[in-house]
Structure formats: C-alpha cells, structure tokens
C-alpha cells in the first residue's frame, strides 16, 4: 500500500482502541462489528451479553493512551497483519443495579498495558484494517 505510513497507521489504531474501548463499556455491539473480525467480536459481544444478564454496567474512562508502538507486522498469505503495543491509563468500575460498584474504583486509574493485532486483506478495495486479536504481554 503506497499510501501506509508508521504515523498514520498507530493515529488510526490509536483511535479504534478509544472507539472500542467505549463501544464496549457502553454495550455497543453493533458499533465494535465494525471494527472487529468474527474472531474478536463474539467474546466481546459474550461478555457484554453476560455484563447484561448480570444486570451490571460498566463505566470506562480512557484517561490517556501513553504509548503504541509496532512490536510486529508481516503477512499471513495474503493478509497483512501489524500487532501493536498500547499502553492506556484507565478507570473502570463495574455497578450492580442498586448502582453498587461491584468491580474497579472511581477514584484510582489503572495502568493497562494490550497487545492488539489488526489485520487486512491486501487485495479487498477496502482500506481499513479489523481488530483481529487482542491480548495481555505475559
């Protein structure tokens, strides 16, 4: 892709992760079937399923995004695929429906480091990349 620069690309990873990160904590499945593969999707959209059943809620806020780097890229056939390192600083409280906080603390951010792979078919006319695993370093 003559048009794919380093920059761009972690601009645009950068701001899947806000996006995501929002869609998830407010149950937005149909907003993060945009940006995830099947793979991803169904995980999140199960947990956001059980956080429902549980009759909870969880409130995220994304304080800042203090790092993202490329830690790897390459191709799988014709797929490109770039894993990037973002380390975020984050509250997130999950409530009970008495407004309880059952999970997380309001008052403290926590540090949050992710290993997200994004992935592109390079003959698809379509220019954006999905979310094709998420994982924690360790």
């Known amino acids: ?25 407010a149950g937005d499945t149909e907003r993060l079937r945009g940006l995830l593969d099947d793979d991803v999707c169904r995980p999140f959209s199960r947990a956001i399923k059980d ?11 994304l304080v800042s995004i203090d790092e993202s780097e490329i830690i790897e890229a390459g191709m799988n056939g014709r797929t490109a695929f770039i ?9 997130n409280v999950t409530h009970d429906s ?3 906080v059952v999970d997380g603390d309001a008052a403290h951010e926590v540090t949050v480091t992710d290993l997200w792979t994004f992935e592109r078919d390079t003959r698809s006319r379509n220019p954006n990349w999905k979310l094709a695993a998420t994982r924690s370093p360790n």
Do not use: H, M, P, Y
């Not at 380093?6 to 904590?25: H, K, M, N, S, T």
């Open 98 to 100: 008495d407004g309880n």
């Open 83 to 91: 894993t990037v390192r973002v380390v975020s600083k984050q509250i």
């Open 51 to 61: 956080r429902e059943n549980a009759d909870q809620t969880l409130e995220s806020a």
């Open 1 to 25: 892709d003559s048009g794919f620069t380093r920059e761009g690309f972690l601009q645009g990873a950068r701001g899947a992760f806000e996006i995501v990160v929002d869609a998830f904590a």
